[in-house]
């Protein structure tokens, strides 16, 4: 079975420049985790889905920040524009249920200059 | 916000040690999880727990739900070369689903 999937692995920006990252849940996997991390730290959770809900959004920095999951399958999370530090990895989960056993993909590592 | 104390920060061992970190909360938590992340990946689950007072194998990764309901343990016996990278605790809150991450135990063996 395919593991969680996310693109691109590795992006390099300009402050300013719009940037996207997509992820492809676990099939069957109705929710759906964005979360941040900087170097060091824990995961910090952006969004949470269930199917195609916006469930728990108050983590997101919604003035630069957005997502959406449409048919509750694939999601893309934008950030524009990008500033220095929005530098980070950016990391998507899935889960069958809101339980907490949730699978990561590899993570979108993101670079601001 | 919620928090999760986790410590040690980092433990630098032998090969064949034995392991012990611990996470701590004010909050009571019905789920504890254990993640752990290697350089350039996701973090990946080891060990969940559901029930206060359980304690779980998973090879030679054992962890505990604290009797209190508040804190969590994972040893890990006889640590190998592949043991080496971050692990991280979770707790679940049952009223918003909210997973509550601690920063991280780095594990380190030394040469």
């Known amino acids: 079975e395919a593991g969680v999937v996310q693109s691109p692995r590795y992006k390099i920006i300009e402050k300013k420049q719009p940037v996207a990252f997509w992820c492809n849940p676990i099939?069957?996997?109705?929710?759906l985790y964005w979360y941040l991390q900087n170097l060091g730290q824990g995961p910090e959770l952006l969004i949470r889905?269930?199917?195609?809900?916006?469930?728990?959004d108050s983590q997101l920095p919604k003035d630069r920040f957005s997502a959406e999951r449409l048919k509750g399958v694939d999601s893309t999370l934008k950030i524009q524009p990008a500033e220095l530090g929005d530098s980070a990895v950016y990391l998507c989960?899935?889960?069958?249920?809101?339980?907490?056993?949730?699978?990561f993909g590899e993570g979108s590592r993101l670079t601001v200059l | 916000g919620q928090q999760l104390n986790q410590s040690p920060q980092s433990m630098f061992i032998q090969e064949g040690e034995d392991v012990s970190m611990n996470c701590t909360s004010s909050?009571?938590?019905?789920?504890w999880l254990w993640y752990k992340q290697d350089p350039g990946e996701g973090p990946v689950l080891l060990i969940a727990?559901?029930?206060a007072g359980e304690l779980t194998s998973n090879g030679r990764l054992t962890a505990q739900f604290g009797i209190t309901r508040k804190d969590s343990f994972l040893n890990i016996s006889a640590s190998i070369p592949s043991d080496v990278g971050i692990y991280f605790c979770?707790?679940?809150?049952?009223?918003?689903?909210?997973?509550?991450w601690g920063a991280g135990t780095k594990l380190i063996i030394k040469p």
């Open positions: 727990l559901y029930k």
């Open positions: 989960a899935s889960s069958y249920s809101h339980g907490g056993e949730l699978f």
């Open positions: 889905y269930e199917n195609e809900e916006a469930v728990d």
């Open positions: 979770a707790g679940l809150m049952d009223s918003n689903y909210q997973l509550i």
């Open positions: 099939s069957g996997h109705n929710t």
């Open positions: 909050s009571i938590f019905n789920t």
